[in-house]
């Protein structure tokens, strides 16, 4: 059974900058797509980035060009760069496989595996 771990959240000031890591352990195969969602208060959890294997990436539009999804080649291990980081940006962070790369959303039945904890990120002065 596939595991998910979210790690390196924290408390940041606008502007700053923080790395999250995600680590799905337990997966014998590379997983083709994987993907970072958030859900912030009050919000629902939503798809902010994925990535497949290969490097190709697509970004929701509000963090296109401050985050930066990466990979290390087929490893099941998946970063986010989060730079110019706003209180918008306050949520909680998750990672997951992605039954389609280009349909994916948090909906049951789009991701592969069941939700870890996430990690929290939160941005104010």
């Known amino acids: 059974q596939v595991q998910l771990v979210e790690s390196g959240g924290g408390l940041v000031q606008p502007g700053g900058s923080l790395t999250l890591s995600c680590a799905a352990s337990?997966?014998?195969?590379?997983?083709?797509?994987m993907g970072w969602f958030r859900q912030g208060p009050g919000n629902e959890r939503e798809l902010i980035a994925r990535i497949r294997l290969g490097g190709v990436t697509l970004y929701k539009d509000d963090v296109k060009g401050r985050f930066t999804i990466s990979r290390n080649g087929t490893e099941n291990t998946v970063y986010l760069q989060m730079n110019s980081l706003q209180p918008a940006d306050t949520a909680v962070y998750y990672c997951?496989?992605?039954?389609?790369?280009?349909?994916?959303?948090?909906?049951?039945?789009?991701?592969?595996?069941?939700w870890g904890q996430g990690t929290q990120v939160t941005v104010s002065s």
């Open positions: 337990g997966s014998k195969y590379s997983i083709a797509a």
């Open positions: 997951n496989g992605c039954v389609n790369f280009y349909t994916c959303t948090p909906n049951t039945g789009s991701t592969l595996y069941s």
